[in-house]
């Protein structure tokens, strides 16, 4: 589906307005993951509504890659996201997390942006040790 919409300034997100009738046409509910195309560039991302307003996150990087600037009106093409997200367990990680059921279950059932976060915290680890302490502070957590 495509729409035009302006590239909006951070107040208090960048981002591009996505008219009520084209998130109802999509049919992935309020806030549906899609996938974003402007200038031949393409992420992923999901609708979020903000001040009754549905509009798609804009990074610096994204906004770069699109080449496209505050201000300008551009095409959007938006599409809803079908496809599984999937976040890549680093091995050591995953090895820790199938030693401990409890642990594995639990991080299973959590939303994707969840499972990104933890993983994130463990890559971004300088120090094996650290990236060890954030493993364990992981288990701790799924744990409860």
Known sequence: MKFWAHV?????MRGLEVPPEVVAALGGG?????????????WKSRVA?????HLLGLSNANRQGAG???GEEVEVELELDTEPRVVAEPPDFA???????????????????????HVRA??????????????????ATLRG
């Open 68 to 70: 496209v600037a505050i």
């Open 49 to 53: 509504i903000m001040r009754g307003r």
């Open 95 to 117: 090895r820790a997390l199938d030693d401990d059921p409890v642990a594995r279950a639990a991080y299973d059932n959590l939303a994707h942006g969840r499972k990104r976060e």
């Open 8 to 12: 909006e300034p951070p107040e208090p």
């Open 30 to 42: 309020a806030r549906p993951p899609v996938t974003i195309t402007v200038n031949g560039h393409s």
């Open 122 to 139: 463990i890559e971004s680890a300088k120090r094996p040790e650290t990236r060890r302490r954030r493993i364990e502070k992981a288990i």
